[in-house]
Each structure stands twice: as structure tokens, then as C-alpha cells.
């Protein structure tokens, strides 16, 4: 149950993603998204109840949903491509 949760509510925050960088700024939502991941990861270890497990895990993945595309925005921003490699080279190094 609380992976369903946890993954219902990253595939609902990905998609939002995109909007917050934009209004908020790349690296604001990023280091929100990792205090947030690390203190729901935290409240997740010393949860004493499954309903709160599953609540807890739901905040987690939203705090998820930003950092994989915002990780690899970022990757790619600081490793320009060289002109003889295509530009796909960082996510697959990434990946």
C-alpha cells in the first residue's frame, strides 16, 4: 500500500515539475525536493502505524517527482556536448 501510494503520487508530481522550475527557479525546487525527500524518509523510519506509513510515503514521492528531471536538467546544463558526440551522451552516463 505505501508503494502504491508512493508512486501514484510521483507520477502525479513529475509532470508538475516543469511548471515549478519555471515559477520557482530549478534550484529552489531541487533543494526543497531533497529536504523534503529527507525528512519524509525520516518521518517514514519511525512511523508507528501503517496509516501513517502510507501518508508518509505519499509526501515522499512527491518530494521525488522533482528530482530525477531536475537532476538530469541540470546534468546536462553543466556537461555541454562536445560537436563530434550527440547530445544524449549525459543521461546515458547518468542512467
Do not use: H
Not at 5 to 19: C, D, E, H, K, M
Request: contains cysteine; positive net charge; glycine residues 8%.
Amino acid at each position: 500500500m505505501g508503494a502504491a501510494s508512493y508512486i501514484v503520487a510521483a507520477a502525479i508530481g513529475t509532470p508538475l515539475t516543469g511548471w515549478l522550475a519555471g515559477r520557482f527557479g530549478r534550484r529552489q525546487v531541487f533543494l526543497v525536493s531533497v529536504a523534503g525527500f529527507t525528512v519524509t524518509s525520516i518521518s517514514c523510519a519511525i512511523s508507528t502505524s501503517l496509516v501513517e506509513m502510507v501518508a508518509v510515503r505519499l509526501l515522499q514521492g512527491l518530494f521525488d517527482a522533482a528530482l530525477v528531471p531536475l537532476s538530469q536538467a541540470t546534468m546536462l546544463d553543466i556537461n555541454p556536448p562536445p560537436k563530434s558526440m550527440p547530445r544524449r551522451w549525459p543521461c546515458g552516463a547518468w542512467a
